[in-house]
């Protein structure tokens, strides 16, 4: 697979395209609604195949929302499914996308849910919106734009740690 463009009926705003080109470990997310996120990797860059973009070295990407730049920084994706998480700093909010089961991730701005985002890697994401009450906590167009972004470009959920571990003695064990 090198590109795919994807495109979903998303619950609170309408159509929209999510394209994954894996081969340039580029992600495109637009919609009549919702700002046009880029985020990419850096040319030359030594690509992991576990990871749709390739990469979860922060300074070998960028991200750009609306054309303006933000600052992503994902984890570095070891033993705790915490350690999978990617944030993402724009505008005076933080968002972080952390797995929270096997297949899927919770979807934060500011340390508040907004919801979860389901992808296998292949550029196809879902996104169920189950948002905190309280203030400012439904989710609007940039929310929904950079959760897709950082779904299709990182993949979702996590195993456990204690199935990792598990793994690990097993591969151990003649």
Excluded at 23 to 52: F, K, Q, Y
Excluded at 78 to 101: C, I, N, Q
Excluded at 120 to 145: K, M, N, Q, Y
Aim: with cysteine.
């Amino acid at each position: 697979m090198t590109v795919t463009e994807t495109p979903v009926e998303d619950s609170l705003f309408g159509p929209l395209t999510v394209r994954l080109d894996t081969e340039r470990g580029e992600v495109v997310v637009g919609g009549e609604a919702l700002p046009r996120i880029v985020l990419s990797r850096a040319a030359g860059t030594e690509t992991d195949d576990h990871i749709p973009v390739g990469t979860r070295d922060g300074g070998r990407l960028t991200l750009t929302v609306d054309g303006e730049e933000a600052s992503v920084r994902p984890a570095k994706g070891r033993l705790t499914r915490r350690s999978f998480r990617v944030d993402v700093r724009h505008a005076g909010h933080v968002w972080r996308l952390v797995p929270d089961s096997l297949p899927g991730s919770e979807f934060l701005r500011d340390g508040r849910r907004l919801g979860n985002f389901c992808s296998e890697g292949d550029g196809a994401v879902t996104a169920e919106w189950r948002p905190e009450s309280g203030p400012d906590t439904a989710p609007d167009a940039t929310d929904a734009a950079l959760g897709y972004a950082l779904a299709a470009a990182f993949g979702t959920g996590a195993q456990p740690m204690w199935m990792l571990v598990g793994d690990a003695i097993g591969d151990l064990i003649p």
